[in-house]
T-cell receptor, first 112, second 113 residues
Framework: GNSVTQMEGPVTLSEEAFLTINCTYTATGYPSLFWYVQYPGEGLQLLLKATKADDKGSNKGFEATYRKETTSFHLEKGSVQVSDSAVYFCALTTTNDYKLSFGAGTTVTVRA | DTAVSQTPKYLVTQMGNDKSIKCEQNLGHDTMYWYKQDSKKFLKIMFSYNNKELIINETVPNRFSPKSPDKAHLNLHINSLELGDSAVYFC????????????FGDGTRLSIL
């Protein structure tokens, strides 16, 4: 089956620090990969996606590259802000899967 | 212009009661989902529907009964609520099921007293 392993948190950073959240996956078939973000008290928002090997998804200064050889999709941001404090979820789905398989989520807190 | 809307946002009720959560999407998607998020933030699929037909029922107790009257709606009815049902329930939708991003509602926070 499909599964996602995500770096455990919580992660606490200072503003303007570099953020990396590791994500690796196992999948039957060819997956599409996603990062979702959940701000406090809110629902999940799609942050970025990649649908094939070597694709780079990017949004709001965040980036992640689909690495088939290492089955990874690590999330990075070069300079975080307090407003980036949230829970980040790595997820995947495959053709005819009809569900997202999520990692456990990583709580990120950015301090001023 | 809300894409996926679910009601109510908060639901506080007593053990043993029956309650419903409604979900509607205006994105024209043909696939809808219910997910449960537990107190540790872990998200797990409960049900998925494609064109009003049940595709996934992920070992959910039969006290939970989803109903999809049309492609734009997927409601969740829960009978005989138990303490362990306390969670946040998210509705989502996508186009054509697999390999597509899913769009989520804001969640319904269910608390059982």
């Amino acid at each position: 089956g499909n599964s996602v392993t995500q770096m455990e948190g919580p992660v606490t950073l200072s503003e303007e620090a570099f953020l990396t959240i590791n994500c690796t996956y196992t999948a039957t078939g060819y997956p599409s990969l996603f990062w979702y973000v959940q701000y406090p008290g809110e629902g999940l928002q799609l942050l970025l996606k990649a649908t094939k090997a070597d694709d780079k998804g990017s949004n709001k200064g965040f980036e992640a590259t689909y690495r088939k050889e290492t089955t990874s999709f690590h999330l990075e941001k070069g300079s975080v802000q307090v407003s980036d404090s949230a829970v980040y979820f790595c997820a995947l789905t495959t053709t005819n899967d009809y569900k997202l398989s999520f990692g456990a989520g990583t709580t990120v807190t950015v301090r001023a | 212009d809300t894409a996926v809307s679910q009601t109510p946002k908060y639901l506080v009720t007593q053990m043993g009661n029956d309650k419903s959560i409604k979900c509607e999407q205006n994105l024209g998607h043909d696939t809808m989902y219910w997910y449960k998020q537990d107190s540790k933030k872990f998200l797990k699929i409960m049900f998925s529907y494609n064109n009003k037909e049940l595709i996934i029922n992920e070992t959910v107790p039969n006290r939970f009964s989803p109903k999809s009257p049309d492609k734009a709606h997927l409601n969740l009815h829960i009978n005989s609520l138990e303490l362990g049902d306390s969670a946040v329930y998210f509705c989502a939708s996508s186009q054509n099921g697999g390999n597509q991003p899913q769009h989520f509602g804001d969640g319904t926070r269910l608390s059982i007293l």
